[in-house]
């Protein structure tokens, strides 16, 4: 069984559902393998699960390669600092910020390993894992003018939900079982 699989196995029976759509959500569908694993490998570094997130990228790069890897963790990292810019901005709803020039570097986007469509597909993955609205319509956009379809845009969106449903449930299956109030007001001597 590989770390994957492993991985899996270990989600939670209070997450079974999850358990069993991470099986769903990476077979078949409208996304190729690539496609496919860089969504899932994007949305696991945008998760912050270490375990999950050195699985998924050990199986992404078997079934897809590590260019594919190399830009799902980049489209992570531009999406990390993008996604917090452009959500204040939305977020303020000002009109003075949005004539203020970003300032921030974005080469990756325009000079992908793979192809600018698949990048796209992994940026707007971790844009709505990350919650931001501007971003997720704009990858949205830039992602059907390539050439997707919604079916593509649905598939990825539910690979990266699953994921970082994953991660949840894992981390709550690793924390420590909290002490109740009641006892803890005991001890102190409330």
């Not at 260019?67 to 204040?88: E, G, I, P, Q």
């Not at 940026?123 to 704009?138: D, K």
């Given at each position: 069984m590989d770390a994957f699989e492993q991985l899996r196995a270990s989600v939670p029976d209070t997450a079974k559902d999850i358990r069993l759509n991470l099986q769903a959500v990476l077979r078949g569908g409208s996304l190729s393998d690539s496609q496919r694993w860089g969504v899932?490998?994007?949305?696991?570094?945008?998760?912050?699960?270490?375990?999950?997130?050195?699985?998924?990228?050990?199986?992404?790069?078997?079934?897809?390669?590590?260019?594919?890897?190399?830009?799902?963790?980049?489209?992570?990292?531009?999406?990390?600092?993008?996604?917090?810019?452009?959500?204040f901005r939305h977020m303020v709803g000002k009109p003075i910020y949005g004539e203020k020039p970003a300032g921030l570097r974005m080469n990756r986007l325009m000079q992908p390993a793979t192809n600018r469509a698949d990048f796209e597909l992994m940026s707007l993955a971790v844009s709505a894992i990350n919650g931001c609205e501007m971003c997720v319509r704009a990858h949205e956009k830039t992602v059907t003018e390539s050439g997707l379809t919604a079916d593509h845009v649905n598939d990825a969106v539910r690979?990266?939900?699953?994921?970082?449903?994953?991660?949840?449930?894992?981390?709550?299956?690793?924390?420590?079982?909290?002490?109740p109030l009641l006892a803890e007001a005991s001890v102190s001597g409330a």
């Amino acid at each position: 069984m590989d770390a994957f699989e492993q991985l899996r196995a270990s989600v939670p029976d209070t997450a079974k559902d999850i358990r069993l759509n991470l099986q769903a959500v990476l077979r078949g569908g409208s996304l190729s393998d690539s496609q496919r694993w860089g969504v899932a490998a994007a949305a696991a570094v945008a998760a912050r699960h270490p375990r999950l997130r050195e699985a998924v990228l050990a199986a992404a790069s078997a079934a897809a390669g590590p260019a594919v890897v190399d830009d799902a963790k980049a489209a992570a990292s531009l999406m990390a600092m993008n996604n917090v810019y452009y959500r204040f901005r939305h977020m303020v709803g000002k009109p003075i910020y949005g004539e203020k020039p970003a300032g921030l570097r974005m080469n990756r986007l325009m000079q992908p390993a793979t192809n600018r469509a698949d990048f796209e597909l992994m940026s707007l993955a971790v844009s709505a894992i990350n919650g931001c609205e501007m971003c997720v319509r704009a990858h949205e956009k830039t992602v059907t003018e390539s050439g997707l379809t919604a079916d593509h845009v649905n598939d990825a969106v539910r690979i990266a939900a699953t994921i970082y449903a994953a991660a949840v449930a894992l981390e709550s299956a690793e924390a420590p079982a909290s002490r109740p109030l009641l006892a803890e007001a005991s001890v102190s001597g409330a």
